[in-house]
């Protein structure tokens, strides 16, 4: 049986849908097609070349590759005043010798009567120490109660750069293959991001994101260890203008963290999640 197509529906239901996916974009900071987690929102979604922390995987497949052993995950309740809506993720990474890794990540955004969850598998290659690659093939799903669902497959890259030291590069792709869901095409994104370690505790990141067909994103975010175990993140965005700011902290293998911002026109949206190393 032929699902209906969930964008062609009668003109009142269409309008709260794509004002919801609108919302949901603008929350996503015009990074993901799903909301961002803790230290996303924290540092404004400037993380394309933040090696070394997992949830920007999501962003940048080749960050996969400079992980190691960890898992994530982080969720978002209804901060933004619509009843019902939440948006959670979860990813794990596994490097299995000093060139290849691998990861998994399932995420999900849900709002009423409307749905959307994908899930991918990552791989990262390090053919020599300045440079990592990387790839994630996703599987997108939408549903909307009493009108059906669709899926589509999508295929992201992403490549990490490290042309100096304290000094990295990262640039990536979302849906290279211009996949379609439900007779219409899903977003293409390019990004292309700059990291700087200031010093041994202090980083800061800069991002330019580009949904095609859209204006040009920008972010600068800046974290630094302020104490061995407590971090502190900030961020800036344009398009939507956002500013953030949040915290992680850190006890043995495990790290808490909080990411809150506020992004016009929408208001404050908060983040929790926490993090494990093995």
Same mark, same amino acid.
């Given at each position: 049986?032929?699902?209906?197509?969930?964008?062609?529906?009668?003109?009142?239901?269409?309008?709260?849908?794509?004002?919801?996916?609108?919302?949901?974009?603008?929350?996503?900071?015009?990074?993901?097609?799903?909301?961002?987690?803790?230290?996303?929102?924290?540092?404004?979604?400037?993380?394309?070349?933040?090696?070394?922390?997992?949830?920007?995987?999501?962003?940048?497949?080749?960050?996969?590759?400079?992980?190691?052993?960890?898992?994530?995950?982080?969720?978002?309740?209804?901060?933004?005043?619509?009843?019902?809506?939440?948006?959670?993720?979860?990813?794990?990474?596994?490097?299995?010798?000093?060139?290849?890794?691998?990861?998994?990540?399932?995420?999900?955004?849900?709002?009423?009567?409307?749905?959307?969850?994908?899930?991918?598998?990552?791989?990262?290659?390090?053919?020599?120490?300045?440079?990592?690659?990387?790839?994630?093939?996703?599987?997108?799903?939408?549903?909307?109660?009493?009108?059906?669902?669709?899926?589509?497959?999508?295929?992201?890259?992403?490549?990490?750069?490290?042309?100096?030291?304290?000094?990295?590069?990262?640039?990536?792709?979302?849906?290279?293959?211009?996949?379609?869901?439900?007779?219409?095409?899903?977003?293409?994104?390019?990004? @292309?991001?700059?990291?700087?370690?200031?010093?041994?505790?202090?980083?800061?990141?800069?991002?330019?994101?580009?949904?095609?067909?859209?204006?040009?994103?920008?972010?600068?975010?800046?974290?630094?260890?302020?104490?061995?175990?407590?971090?502190?993140?900030?961020?800036?965005?344009?398009?939507?203008?956002?500013?953030?700011?949040? @915290?992680?902290?850190?006890?043995?293998?495990?790290?808490?963290?909080?990411?809150?911002?506020?992004?016009?026109?929408?208001?404050?949206?908060?983040?929790?999640?926490?993090?494990?190393?093995?």
């Amino acid at each position: 049986m032929r699902l209906p197509n969930l964008l062609k529906l009668p003109h009142r239901r269409k309008g709260w849908i794509v004002a919801m996916l609108f919302l949901v974009g603008k929350i996503a900071i015009a990074q993901s097609s799903v909301a961002p987690g803790s230290t996303e929102t924290a540092l404004s979604g400037a993380g394309v070349a933040r090696a070394g922390e997992l949830p920007f995987a999501r962003v940048n497949p080749a960050i996969v590759g400079t992980v190691g052993r960890r898992a994530y995950a982080s969720a978002s309740p209804s901060s933004l005043g619509i009843a019902g809506y939440v948006d959670g993720s979860a990813v794990a990474t596994l490097p299995l010798d000093s060139a290849f890794s691998i990861g998994v990540n399932i995420e999900g955004v849900s709002g009423a009567s409307y749905h959307q969850v994908r899930g991918g598998g990552m791989v990262a290659f390090r053919p020599d120490w300045f440079i990592t690659l990387g790839a994630t093939v996703w599987l997108n799903s939408v549903s909307i109660d009493g009108y059906g669902s669709a899926t589509a497959p999508t295929v992201d890259v992403g490549v990490l750069v490290r042309p100096a030291a304290g000094i990295r590069i990262g640039g990536a792709a979302t849906n290279i293959a211009r996949t379609q869901l439900a007779d219409e095409p899903l977003p293409q994104t390019l990004a @292309f991001g700059f990291a700087f370690d200031l010093s041994k505790s202090t980083t800061l990141s800069v991002d330019m994101n580009n949904q095609v067909g859209h204006s040009i994103s920008t972010s600068l975010g800046f974290s630094t260890w302020l104490l061995p175990e407590l971090m502190v993140r900030g961020g800036v965005g344009h398009y939507p203008t956002n500013f953030a700011l949040g @915290f992680g902290y850190r006890f043995s293998d495990f790290m808490v963290e909080y990411g809150g911002a506020w992004v016009n026109p929408l208001g404050l949206r908060h983040s929790v999640g926490v993090g494990v190393a093995w």
